[in-house]
């Protein structure tokens, strides 16, 4: 790379680290970058999930205090997260890099669509259990949860790109908690996801060593600078940022 190829990977990974901590989707800053670079499509995956674990890192240590009280909730979903992580990795290795082109685009509208009806669908369940009497919904979101949360990171373990949206349309819907606290949840299971991905690739993939610490250096600066932003926004405008930032996924992936 030359010095400007690496100072836009660099910010690149800022970028990345900021967006992913507040919503996800970072991987469409970082990925268009890298490719730019000259970086072949497989490598630029795999280094770009390397790079980007300190960014997952930073961003679930600034949201330290939203994670209080989740651990149970975190060690049963993280498993699944990391059971889907490796076999996403697994398929990008072994799948032409065109199989998931299709699906993607669909999968981040429904969840966009999830994220705006959530209040909507969550009162409606809660008058429901309030004229039948149902116990609330339980701490760990069911089986629903689990197996979403399992498909949504072979998806994450593929291309990553916007998994953070599909993790907060799952809980959202699914849990009875703040989107902030959610949104503590989703960066750790992404930092699982990539990491067992990784661990995967280190073994099956090529890696571009500058690319990869080019991003973990911007993604760890902009974790950081996320948590700042991000627990500061009220569930509204958090929500609205969302649907932006999936909005343009949806755009890039759409004219990829």
């Known amino acids: 790379m030359t010095t400007w190829e690496m100072l836009a990977v660099f910010a690149a990974g800022i970028g990345a680290g900021t967006i992913n901590t507040i919503v996800g989707s970072g991987t469409l800053i970082t990925f268009p970058v890298l490719l730019a670079t000259g970086v072949p499509p497989v490598t630029a995956t795999v280094s770009n999930a390397l790079g980007l674990i300190p960014g997952s890192i930073s961003g679930a240590i600034g949201y330290r205090a939203e994670l209080a009280g989740q651990r149970r909730r975190i060690l049963r979903l993280g498993a699944a997260a990391a059971i889907g992580g490796l076999c996403g990795a697994f398929l990008l290795t072994h799948l032409p890099p065109s199989a998931f082109e299709t699906i993607v685009p669909v999968l981040v509208t429904l969840a966009l669509v999830l994220v705006v009806l959530q209040p909507r669908i969550t009162r409606a369940v809660q008058a429901r259990r309030d004229r039948t009497g149902q ?37 959202g819907i699914l849990l009875d908690d703040t989107l902030q606290r ?72 759409a004219m990829r």
């Open 182 to 253: 959610l949104n503590a949840v989703k960066n750790v299971l992404a930092a699982i996801v990539n990491a067992v991905a990784a661990l995967f690739f280190v073994f099956a993939a090529h890696f571009d060593w500058t690319a990869v610490a080019l991003i973990a250096v911007g993604s760890t600066i902009g974790g950081q600078l996320g948590a700042r932003i991000g627990r500061r926004l009220p569930a509204p405008a958090l929500r609205a940022f969302i649907v932006a930032v999936g909005s343009a996924a949806i755009l890039q992936l």
């Open 135 to 171: 116990s609330t919904t339980p701490a760990h979101g069911g089986v629903a949860l689990l197996v979403g949360m399992l498909l949504a990171s072979v998806y994450g373990g593929y291309f990553t790109a916007a998994q953070g949206i599909i993790y907060l349309s799952l809980m």
